[in-house]
């Protein structure tokens, strides 16, 4: 996929700008604080209608605006020329594919991949199970709609049986209902993520491989909260944990604590990593979830690159631009232009909000 | 505006579906525009208030102890089909395909929305098995974490479990009739192909 024409309209700080990309690198240039990372940001919205900023819809739209808007114009490889518009209003999002408005999240989701490679992917490394189970369930869901209408059920069911536990008026019978519709639901949950885990893994140990030099092989575990995966014995689980739930008065265990880790010669990378290790691993990390969207669908994901080349040395810089796919598109963001080396960039200068094309870089 | 009708119009603003503009705009109709409808409507409302209720037999809307489904001979008691609200047995007496009795819960288990069993048209579907006229169960409820929750707490819960003869079904999810494969989304077509049944 490539993305050959971005328009955006009260997005953030972005009062109206009008990218026309030509070719397959694009750089946006220009100091802290000017709004470069907010165009990174509207590219990433197209894949799942959310943030790679985790922010709330507010934010998204210009102070005092009320309707943020932005059209993209996509060259794709099984659909062509796409045309897709979307509004953020501060309570809803509206999505229209050529010119047909698109309600359910299932008919769209994984169809535009893009993904980004942020400064704040440390955090998949460093921080809580909360931020890594995200990026898994966005990364599995965008490939699979069976996974994503297990997970919807999934939340949906959790939520009312934590209701009935808070409640505290929860009778057997009742939270029995809804554990019949749970523990399919996280059976599903837990052999989605076992596989996908093991698919993305294998593309992370070659993707680290590339990035360093000292073959240190590199890897992801799978940590289910459940070690049981089928349905009947995760009913099971549920009944027995029931008097613990009731004394918490919410669901104590599931796949909603799942978590996973990254590994670096076998050891937990998350205390015993060195910084560029994991920086390493982060940048290995996305470069799986490109591939892995890459080999599901047959799409070539856009990298969106948030300032990412600036922070490496320039020879893990060198190693990075050699293991990312040639022909996918690039858009990264920085406060100078990269090395020569790195091939020739259409540049963009950012200032407050506006963009210009600058010619001849 | 006068308190008068500003509090007319609050009162309209609760209805479902009305916001602050269409609330507006109906008082002003009501008032104004049209002020020779009002009396009709007011007795309407009065008299509706005062003759309808609840079938007790089945919870459908009626004015004498038992509604017109249940009070009619010719349909077929030993069948009950279980609904959600009184539209969805409205729609499927529209359908014009089934000839069995209704029984309509009044909702959904929804903890969150604060719908538990006791808030549910339960008991008097519980009397209705346990007088044992009723062959078959057909559960009607939606296909959502909330219609399936219900569905296991019905065939749990109520006398028909307890080994007896009762048949349960549920109806079936699938493409709308008239409509191609192509335009049924995802999740449709699999619920689709999950309940296919053999062709002859």
């Keep these: ?361 | 505006m006068t308190p008068a009708f500003e509090k007319l119009q609050k009162h309209l603003k609760q209805l479902p579906g009305l916001g602050y503009r269409s609330s507006e705009r109906i008082a002003l109709h009501l008032l104004v525009e049209k002020p020779a409808q009002l009396p009709a409507l007011v007795t309407a409302l009065e008299e509706a208030a005062r003759a309808v209720r609840r079938c007790t037999r089945c919870g459908n809307l009626a004015e004498t102890e038992l509604c017109a489904i249940c009070a009619d001979e010719r349909r077929d008691r030993s069948v009950v089909c279980v609904v959600e609200h009184v539209p969805d047995l409205v729609a499927i007496e529209r359908s014009g395909a089934y000839r069995g009795s209704y029984h309509v819960l009044h909702g959904k288990l929804s903890p969150i929305h604060g719908v538990g069993p006791d808030e549910l048209n339960l008991a008097a579907l519980r009397a209705r098995m346990e007088s044992g006229e009723v062959g078959e169960l057909i559960l009607a409820l939606s296909n959502d974490v909330e219609g399936e929750a219900t569905c296991h707490y019905l065939t749990e819960h109520l006398p028909a479990s307890a080994g007896s003869a009762v048949k349960v079904t549920r109806i079936g999810f699938g493409l709308p009739s008239g409509g191609g494969v192509l335009y049924a989304d995802s999740v449709t077509l699999k619920s689709a192909l999950e309940g296919r049944r053999s062709y002859s």
């Design chain 1, 1 to 361: 996929m490539r993305l050959a024409k971005l328009t955006l309209h009260h997005f953030r700080n972005v009062g109206f700008a009008a990218l026309e990309c030509r070719g397959r690198q694009q750089f946006l240039v220009g100091a802290n604080g000017q709004g470069k990372t907010n165009l990174l940001e509207a590219a990433g919205f197209l894949t799942a209608l959310r943030s790679f900023r985790n922010a709330d819809n507010k934010l998204l739209v210009t102070h005092t605006q009320h309707t943020a808007a932005m059209t993209c114009v996509l060259e794709h490889e099984r659909r062509g020329e796409t045309h897709v518009t979307i509004k953020v209003r501060h309570e809803s999002k509206e999505l229209w594919c050529d010119q047909a408005r698109v309600t359910k999240l299932a008919d769209y989701l994984g169809q535009f991949p893009t993904v980004v490679f942020s400064s704040q992917d440390l955090q998949l490394v460093r921080g809580s199970p909360a931020g890594r189970r995200r990026w898994l369930d966005l990364t599995l869901a965008a490939m699979d709609a069976g996974y994503l209408r297990a997970l919807q059920t999934y939340s949906r069911a959790l939520a009312e049986r934590n209701a009935l536990l808070k409640a505290g008026r929860a009778v057997d019978a009742e939270l029995a209902a809804f554990e019949q519709t749970l523990a399919p639901a996280a059976a599903q949950l837990i052999a989605g993520r076992e596989a996908g885990l093991r698919t993305l893994g294998a593309l992370l140990t070659a993707a680290y491989a590339k990035l360093c030099d000292d073959a240190e092989p590199a890897s992801l575990g799978y940590e289910p909260n459940f070690a049981e995966a089928d349905a009947e014995s995760l009913l099971v689980r549920l009944e027995a944990g029931r008097a613990r739930d009731l004394q918490f008065r919410t669901t104590l265990a599931g796949p909603h604590r799942d978590d996973f880790h990254f590994t670096v010669r076998r050891t937990a990378a998350k205390d015993f990593a060195s910084e560029g290790q994991q920086r390493s691993l982060v940048l290995a990390l996305r470069l799986a979830q490109a591939a892995w969207f890459q080999e599901r669908s047959g799409v070539r994901p856009v990298l969106l690159c948030d300032d990412v080349l600036g922070e490496l040395d320039p020879a893990r810089r060198r190693r990075f631009w050699s293991a990312i796919d040639p022909e996918s598109q690039v858009i990264a963001t920085g406060t100078s232009l990269p090395d020569a080396e790195l091939g020739a960039w259409q540049v963009f200068e950012v200032a407050d909000g506006a963009v210009t094309e600058k010619v001849n870089a």
